[in-house]
Structures are given as C-alpha cells and as structure tokens.
C-alpha cells in the first residue's frame, strides 16, 4: 500500500517536472540563453587553446542535456497524446454519424490500421466520383448512403 503511493506521488512530481521543464525550455529565451552559451564557449576556444578538455566540457554538457531532455519530452509527449486520444474519442462518441469502431483506434495493429486506411481511401475515391466531400460520412454507411445517392441521382434524370 504504501509503495503503491510513493509510485503515485513519483509519477505526479515527474509528470508536474516534465511539464514545466517543456515550458520552460520550449520558449524562446531557453533558445536564446543555450546560443548564448555555444557563443560563450566558442569565444572561450583560444583561452584554453582549442584543447580537448575545451571541447569536451560542450560535448559533454550537451549530450547529458540531451539525454535527460528525450525522457522529460516524451513524458508530455505520452500524456499529450492521451489526452488527445480522449478528446478525438469524445468527439467520435458524440456524433451520430460517426463511426464508434473508430474510438480507441490507436490500440489496433499495423495491418489492421492499413486495412482501415484502405477502406478510407475507398470512401475518398466514391466522394471524388461523385464531386461532393460530404458524399459519405462512415465506414457503416458509407456504401449505404453512396448507393442511395447514386438511385437518387439515376431517378432524378430519369
């Protein structure tokens, strides 16, 4: 139980941390003071001769910040994601027209998303004979409603 919270609260404090480090180091002044600091550096080269120690004192800083900053980044990135996912659900699970096999898509395999996106493309080609965007709205009625438009359509010159 209390190993269960301590994880909480660490997962907490590293999602609170991710996310003000990418605010802050996303903004234009943390651009501004690491060119400021390679420009420092460089001006530095002919005090220390160019030396090896020179150059790997920039190496070195910049790699570790690297490091450190691809697993802050991915953090947001993560629940970024997430909420995103949720928010696109929300909308899919509100609207009549579309289709709710499409809520949590991002759980299917590759092939079953090419699969998918096949079908998609389908639906793009029918909307594309008939010059109309709006020419179907979801994989459950998309061949009903084209085949319905298209009788309409045959009637209507008839």
Same mark, same amino acid.
């Given at each position: ?5 301590? !994880? ?11 996310? %003000? ?15 400021? &600091? &390679? ?16 150059? #790997? ?10 490091? #450190? ?9 993560? %629940? ?22 499409? &809520?949590?898509?991002? +759980? ?16 793009? +080609? #029918? ?12 994989? +459950? ?7 319905? !438009? ?9």
């Amino acid at each position: 139980m209390q190993t269960q919270k301590r !994880k909480k609260k660490t997962v907490a404090f590293f999602d609170r941390f991710s996310h %003000k480090v990418t605010q802050v180091t996303g903004r234009p002044a943390a651009f501004i003071t690491a060119f400021l &600091i &390679i420009i420092v550096w460089a001006i530095s080269g002919p005090f220390f001769g160019f030396s090896d120690t020179w150059q #790997l004192v920039i190496n070195t800083g910049t790699t570790i910040i690297t490091f #450190l900053m691809v697993f802050v980044i991915q953090q947001s990135q993560n %629940k970024d994601t997430i909420a995103l996912q949720l928010k696109l659900n929300e909308l899919i699970a509100s609207s009549d027209k579309a289709s709710n096999r499409l &809520i949590d898509i991002e +759980d299917l395999t590759e092939e079953e998303l090419q699969t998918l996106k096949k079908f998609y493309v389908y639906l793009s +080609d #029918l909307a594309e004979k008939e010059q109309d965007v709006f020419a179907s709205h979801s994989i +459950d009625e998309a061949n009903t409603l084209h085949n319905t !438009k298209k009788k309409r359509n045959a009637s209507r010159h008839n």
